[in-house]
T-cell receptor, first 112, second 110 residues
Framework: DADVTQTPRNRITKTGKRIMLECSQT?????MYWYRQDPGLGLRLIYY???????NKGEISDGYSVSRQAQAKFSLSLESAIPNQTALYFC???????????FGPGTRLTVL | QKEVEQNSGPLSVPEGAIASLNCTYS??????FFWYRQYSGKSPELIMF????GDKEDGRFTAQLNKASQYVSLLIRDSQPSDSATYLC??????????FGTGTRLLVSP
């Protein structure tokens, strides 16, 4: 079984809809991250969490919110989806020793 | 100036050759440096990390770090077609975050 899982893997939605992307991990890592990847722009950090009570904004948090329901679960919500949020979204986890991050398989989101 | 600079490529090498991937970074406080491999449409996969000046070898991969020059590189020896992918450089950017470059696309021809 995969250590880091993301659901759904693909999602098509319409402008204005609220959607949630979920991430679960069995690695036992405390730190979890949400990134988006756009062609030519690389991976950009949306939010990150060092434990259940610690959530921090990344460089592009506007229009997004997160919830850390448990050590193993970290969800990303788009409050009101817009077309320029069409991207590939990745969840990652880290143990924190040297901050090696391990990525989930990704969610391809399309906002029409 | 971008925080992390990588040549987008593609870098084309024949099978069996050495591929050399380079990365420069602007944050002098970065202590750890990571290389990820990403196949098209897939998630980044950690290949190596390095935190001391000099070389670190792992199989066919060697990471090289020069903090004074703010330069990190990845050498792939005996390149294989399966190495064809985009390679992402990611220095640690403080507060336990990584800052990713946009990647270098490597093409290994049989």
């Amino acid at each position: 079984d995969a250590d880091v899982t993301q659901t759904p893997r693909n999602r098509i939605t319409k402008t204005g809809k609220r959607i949630m992307l979920e991430c679960s991990q069995t690695k036992g890592h405390d730190r979890m991250y949400w990134y988006r990847q756009d062609p030519g722009l690389g991976l950009r950090l949306i939010y990150y969490s060092f434990d259940v009570k610690d959530i921090n904004k990344g460089e592009i948090s506007d229009g997004y919110s997160v919830s850390r329901q448990a050590q193993a679960k970290f969800s990303l919500s788009l409050e009101s989806a817009i077309p320029n949020q069409t991207a590939l979204y990745f969840c990652a986890t880290s143990l924190g020793t040297y901050n090696e991050q391990f990525f989930g398989p990704g969610t391809r989101l399309t906002v029409l | 100036q971008k925080e992390v600079e990588q040549n987008s490529g593609p870098l084309s090498v024949p099978e069996g050759a050495i591929a050399s991937l380079n990365c420069t970074y602007s944050d002098q406080g970065s202590q750890s440096f990571f290389w990820y491999r990403q196949y098209s449409g897939k998630s980044p996969e950690l290949i190596m990390f390095i935190y001391s000046n000099g070389d670190k070898e792992d199989g066919r991969f060697t990471a090289q770090l020069n903090k004074a020059s703010q330069y990190v590189s990845l050498l792939i020896r005996d390149s294989q077609p399966s190495d064809s992918a985009t390679y992402l450089c990611a220095p640690e950017g403080g507060f336990q975050k990584l800052v990713f470059g946009t990647g270098t696309r490597l093409l290994v021809s049989p």
